[in-house]
């Protein structure tokens, strides 16, 4: 099998393997909660999820809401105020989430990629296909809903760095939102991003610099094209984002005495975290590369002009590649 044929079969099929990828993603996390709370039984909880699958199949829209119903019940048996305060901005901004469905995937398990030391995939690959806007948001999103989770699950000190490798009970965040009242929960909340005002600062930079890399790769690879066309190498794009996830791991938790400055010597694992997920970026982009980019010959007079087109031209104008003009005898 040729490489073209492998490419114009992604470029045929991309769309509907796109569109059941997101489908299985928004069932797992719908099946993953549902299990998790035990608030439905077995043969309910399958139903919803083949229902989600479904509608999302037939209409992204109608599984969304789909998931969103199935969550209700469980979300009350929690606390009717955090019911209330996760379902109804899920409905108001359902239009907006449904366009970017895959990144609020992204965002909803970032508590899970959090503990697997992955959760810069989740700005690396939002800025990288979905540009510098919907990086920049998806990274922040993630940081703040990681940091939120682990607050309600009881870490005293949430920040991203000791967040790595460790699994959030999710049992002990059922216990400690039993019983609890509106303020209670309201508290709860506020608790994660608490500590004190230096501790809340220290939050609140950890998440904006998890958003501006995500920014930061969505505009480094929107200019990552010289005016002959030439594409700068990959490296370029991720090593600046890179770069300010690290610190926002290892150099702002010690200027707040989080933590001490040796920590990044004797705690490698959220440095490896980064380096994996920026060779998985890496990947994504080699193959985005591949399966967009195409040969367009154009026949003029005695030459034919073949203009090779890239992913790079999707997100905005760019200079146009000097034709290869190959002569006809």
């Known amino acids: ?9 992604m470029q045929r099929h991309g769309a509907r393997l796109g569109s059941w990828f997101v489908a299985l993603t928004l069932v797992a996390v ?11 039984p077995l043969e309910l909880q399958v139903a919803a999820a083949v229902a989600v699958f479904v509608l999302t199949i037939r209409n992204p829209l109608w599984g969304y809401l789909a998931a969103v119903v199935a969550l209700v ?32 995937l992204a965002v909803v398990v970032a508590p899970i990629l959090v503990a697997w030391q992955l959760l810069a995939l989740v700005p690396l690959l939002a800025g990288l296909f979905g540009g510098k806007r919907i990086g ?29 490798a460790l699994p959030l009970p999710f049992a002990q965040i059922s216990a400690r939102l039993a019983g609890a009242e509106g303020a209670a929960t309201l508290s709860l909340l506020g608790a994660a991003l608490g500590g004190g005002a230096a501790f809340a600062l220290m939050h609140l930079l950890q998440i904006a610099l998890w958003g501006a890399a995500g920014g930061l790769v969505g505009e480094l690879d929107q200019h990552s094209e010289w005016k ?33 400055w040796s920590t990044f010597l004797n705690y490698p694992g959220p440095t490896v975290g980064l380096a994996v997920a920026g060779l998985a970026t ?48």
């Not at 999103?141 to 967040?163: S, T």
């Open 30 to 40: 719908v099946a993953l909660f549902l299990s998790r709370s035990g608030a439905l």
């Open 228 to 260: 002959r066309g030439l594409r700068l190498p990959i490296v370029h794009t991720l090593a600046p984002p890179l770069l300010l996830l690290w610190a926002a791991l290892y150099l702002v938790p010690p200027l707040f005495g989080a933590q001490p």
């Open 73 to 104: 019940w469980p979300l009350f048996q929690l606390s009717p105020l955090l019911m209330l305060l996760i379902i109804v901005p899920l409905l108001l901004l359902r239009n907006r989430i449904v366009a970017r469905l895959p990144w609020a």
């Open 1 to 9: 099998m040729s490489r073209r044929t492998v490419r114009e079969g």
């Open 282 to 329: 890496g990947f994504a982009a080699s193959f985005r590369s591949f399966a967009q980019s195409t040969a367009q010959p154009t026949r003029r007079g005695g030459h034919i002009s073949i203009r090779r087109t890239t992913m790079g031209a999707l997100h905005g104008p760019q200079e146009e590649e000097e034709p290869l003009l190959i002569e006809l005898d």
């Open 136 to 164: 920049f948001w998806a990274g922040l999103l993630a940081a703040l809903w990681a940091k939120l989770v682990a607050g309600l699950a009881g870490v005293a000190v949430p920040e991203l760095a000791a967040l790595h």
